[in-house]
């Protein structure tokens, strides 16, 4: 099973969070996530297994680093 990277980054001057996946050698932008519920679902669209738990294990981390299935 190959895993792929994916960087939460710290928030925008608007609020929004970027989320992008990076695979095959280049970053894959999942989208704007303006609320934990964009967070958890963009993860969960990336396959990650519970996205609510690692955001709940450090929710002020300026970047989240995880990695998808």
């Known amino acids: 099973m190959i895993s ?3 960087v ?3 928030p925008s001057i608007t609020g929004g969070r970027r989320v992008a996946l990076h695979r095959q050698g280049r970053d894959e932008f999942l989208g704007l996530a303006h609320s934990d519920h964009d967070l958890a679902m963009f993860l969960e669209s990336a396959g ?3 996205p609510v738990a ?3 294990a450090d929710p002020s981390a300026e970047t989240l680093r995880v990695t998808a299935r």
């Open 4 to 6: 792929s990277p994916i």
């Open 8 to 10: 939460v980054h710290r």
């Open 54 to 56: 690692i955001h709940a």
């Open 48 to 50: 990650v297994a519970d």
